[in-house]
């Protein structure tokens, strides 16, 4: 999943500055195995260090307060009875997410993550 995204996804959205993208990463199996640390060490992948992230808030994370959130309205228009189906209907509504929606919601994620540290990790989704 990572190599295609360093590959083809950060330069095509990022172009020149592809190389300064941070992934961000949380404290998921599949984002702490050993084989994924050493290939992002091996690629040069920034990301930031799992000691310093934020303990599991769905409010800090931009892929679950945004992006998922309109890439699943997207998703669910549509019923499917069958794998290709549901291949398709995933291909078409993620092609549907604006790349502005995307680069709002990963530019609040400062924000959000200040809001957090004022409230001493109590809500703040009010205060948005």
Known sequence: VLAPMVRYDFP???GDRAKEVIFHVDNAPAHTAKATVQWTKDHHVNSIPSVHLMASS?????M???INYVFKKFLNAKVVKSRAQLVRSIRTAWSKVQITVIRRALLSWKRRVGMMLEKFGYQYEQEL
Do not use: G, H, M, S
């Not at 769905?58 to 931009?62: S, T």
């Open 12 to 14: 095509r959205l990022y």
């Open 58 to 62: 769905p409010d800090l994370a931009p």
């Open 64 to 66: 679950d307060y945004a």
